[in-house]
């Protein structure tokens, strides 16, 4: 893992300083070395600045920016690259050579080769850099998933790029000024929406694309190939079990490519115990897992992830280190504000920064089973949805009912049937006649928060997707919309910005560019027709691990219900009290009282709506406080 800047000066006025400060502003991610190069051609100047985190060929001949050996080309990269090594056979076979043992090298020749066509054959997470210094051509790119970030600014004087937001603040050249139209669909989803940012001049560069800068300016295009609208592959279920096996096998063999030390973030779930008992299966004894672990008297609020890490570490034999989490991990919460370029309002990313924290003292990489619910439908909002659709008619006559007993039914407090409750009342408000809002509902926070926002004209555009005729059209829609917003967004943001913050490298096998051509592939319909995440349960099994399947779907999460009640945490609801804090220029300071207040007295639990507000606050007096 490292981290890009990029500074282009179209007349030639800017001091190398800039780029240093991008370098020192990003260092985090990449600490183990940084470079630097200046270019300049026919009145602009180039700069480009690269800290690295050395995981692959940890030899200086690999730092960066890597120069063609004609120096004609030079590239900065961020990211792994998982099938380096057949794309290096192939292109020697084409009569390159090589210096170094790098996957980066690797990158640098094929686009020397084939340009943005070559882009498409990475299989890895990435964003990058690619310079033609003859041409002064300028080629960007970042990988499918979204799992490296890009960010872009451009004025009439500047093009600048960096691996972070705070990259490109750093230059000083670009006005801070908030995006406020960012606020409704944070206020709604808990993240962003690209590919704008919170902030009025930067973009994000949207996964899955390129963009070219040249003399005729900056354009950005998609190299992805589609798959055929009609899902067709019909395969039967031992068959797409074996085949899935197979690519997740290849995807975790790939992945293990290292010469620094590597472990498994372990929460107990099917993905990561999956993850596991292959790692087992192909002999690697021992192998370093890392999990959090709730205190017992909290675990209705939280999850009871810990018991079932333990019991598949022992089964499968590995090294399990554990950390036991109280609110004491709040201590956290100031330096985690610092690092996000954006907020997101998912209490994982302080989860996820603190396992980071104590994992990277002992390994350099990490496996995550994160990204495997999206594609195999593993959510329960995926898992009600599909109900939805079979039963559409029932359930919408069972909704007077619902929203009758929903006001009476506990969700603040502790006790055996909370977490039912909670999805009682979630139906009882959420399900609509019209598919598509029914589940963008299932996809957003319990309360309409962005009812708070005095100025509600400055909000995100209506989503209205086509009105599908079949089943299976609206499922694909739905695990799709989850894939390019909430995986993204949400999930690969807070992973990549919390690790990077650690200087650890985070790696998704189940993001594997074959592996999801092959779940693409398959009917919407079958990722559910056997239960929920069955094709990964099955696998399980076969590995002696159907104790782990009978577990119920949990987030990774913290008691934040019970924690927040707490009289020593009461410094993080200080800035939703007062009055002139930055949040209350744009949210209704009564409407925010009457959430708290209700959370405050137990009998509902908006703490994932606070923890919203919470972060949305200190965010805001951090970046746009006096």
């Known amino acids: 893992m490292c981290g890009l800047n990029v500074i282009l000066d179209k007349k030639s006025n800017l001091s190398p300083e800039l780029i240093l400060r991008m370098n020192r502003a990003t260092q985090h991610r990449g600490p183990d070395n940084t470079g630097l190069y200046v270019h300049r051609s026919h009145g602009k100047t180039y700069f480009f600045g690269h800290n690295r985190l050395k995981i692959i060929d940890c030899s200086d001949a690999a730092n960066q920016p890597l120069f063609s050996v004609n120096e004609r080309y030079l590239l900065l990269y961020n990211g792994e690259i998982y099938n380096y090594r057949d794309l290096r056979r192939d292109l020697k076979t084409a009569g390159y050579t090589f210096r170094t043992e790098s996957d980066t090298e690797v990158v640098l020749k094929l686009l020397i080769q084939q340009g943005a066509a070559g882009v498409e054959k990475l299989n890895g997470m990435f964003a990058l850099a690619f310079f033609d210094l003859h041409t002064n051509e300028l080629l960007i790119a970042r990988d499918r998933f979204g799992q490296k970030p890009l960010y872009y600014a451009q004025t009439e004087d500047f093009f600048l790029l960096s691996s972070e937001i705070k990259g490109i603040q750093a230059s000083g050249l670009i006005k801070k000024e908030l995006n406020e139209s960012q606020l409704a669909h944070y206020l709604t989803y808990k993240h962003a929406r690209k590919p704008e940012t919170f902030f009025r001049h930067i973009q994000e560069l949207e996964e899955g694309k390129y963009g070219i800068y040249s003399e005729n300016g900056f354009e950005t295009r998609s190299y992805l190939s589609t798959f055929p609208p009609e899902k067709a592959t019909t395969l039967e279920p031992a068959k797409i079990v074996a085949r899935t096996e197979e690519l997740l096998q290849g995807s975790l063999s790939r992945q293990l490519q290292s010469d620094v030390p590597l472990g498994l973030f372990l929460s107990g779930g099917i993905d990561s115990t999956l993850l596991l008992a292959l790692l087992a299966q192909a002999g690697h004894a021992n192998f370093p897992a890392f999990s959090v672990a709730n205190q017992a008297s909290e675990r209705s609020f939280g999850s009871d992830d810990f018991h079932f890490a333990r019991q598949a570490a022992q089964q499968y034999g590995a090294r399990h280190t554990v950390f036991e989490i109280d609110d004491s991990i709040f201590q956290g919460f100031l330096p985690l504000i610092d690092c996000l370029d954006q907020p997101i309002a998912d209490g994982a990313t302080l989860l996820t920064d603190f396992l980071a924290k104590k994992a990277r003292t002992q390994v350099k990489v990490a496996l995550s089973g994160a990204g495997a619910d999206e594609l195999f439908g593993g959510y329960n909002r995926h898992r009600a949805f599909y109900s939805y659709l079979q039963n559409r008619s029932l359930l919408l006559l069972a909704k007077p009912f619902l929203r009758m007993i929903a006001p009476t039914l506990p969700t603040g407090m502790a006790h055996p049937w909370r977490k039912q409750f909670r999805l009682l009342k979630?139906?009882?408000?959420?399900?609509?006649?019209?598919?598509?809002?029914?589940?963008?509902?299932?996809?957003?926070?319990?309360?309409?928060?962005?009812?708070?926002?005095?100025?509600?004209?400055?909000?995100?555009?209506?989503?209205?997707?086509?009105?599908?005729?079949?089943?299976?059209?609206?499922?694909?829609?739905?695990?799709?919309?989850?894939?390019?917003?909430?995986?993204?967004?949400?999930?690969?943001?807070?992973?990549?910005?919390?690790?990077?913050?650690?200087?650890?490298?985070?790696?998704?096998?189940?993001?594997?560019?074959?592996?999801?051509?092959?779940?693409s592939s398959l009917r919407p319909d079958l990722l559910f027709q056997h239960g929920q995440k069955w094709i990964l349960k099955a696998l399980l099994r076969q590995q002696e691990g159907d104790m782990f399947n009978s577990r119920p779907k949990e987030g990774f999460g913290m008691p934040l219900g019970l924690w927040l009640r707490k009289?020593?945490?009461?410094?993080?609801?200080?800035?939703?009290?007062?009055?002139?804090?930055?949040?209350?220029?744009?949210?209704?300071?009564?409407?925010?009282?009457?959430?708290?207040?209700?959370?405050?007295?137990?009998?509902?639990?908006?703490?994932?709506?606070?923890?919203?507000?919470?972060?949305?606050?200190?965010?805001?007096?951090?970046?746009?406080?006096?």
């Open 426 to 519: 979630k139906m009882a408000v959420k399900l609509k006649h019209d598919p598509g809002k029914t589940f963008r509902l299932f996809t957003a926070m319990d309360a309409e928060l962005r009812y708070c926002l005095k100025n509600r004209n400055k909000t995100f555009p209506a989503e209205n997707p086509t009105d599908f005729k079949h089943k299976n059209d609206w499922l694909n829609w739905a695990l799709t919309l989850d894939q390019h917003e909430y995986l993204i967004s949400d999930i690969l943001a807070l992973t990549d910005q919390t690790s990077m913050h650690n200087s650890l490298e985070v790696r998704l096998p189940y993001l594997d560019n074959d592996l999801h051509a092959f779940t």
């Open 567 to 626: 009289p020593n945490n009461q410094w993080l609801l200080e800035p939703l009290q007062n009055r002139k804090s930055q949040i209350f220029l744009y949210l209704d300071f009564d409407a925010v009282q009457q959430l708290r207040y209700k959370n405050q007295r137990g009998k509902h639990d908006f703490s994932v709506e606070l923890w919203a507000l919470i972060t949305l606050a200190f965010w805001l007096e951090k970046h746009f406080g006096a």
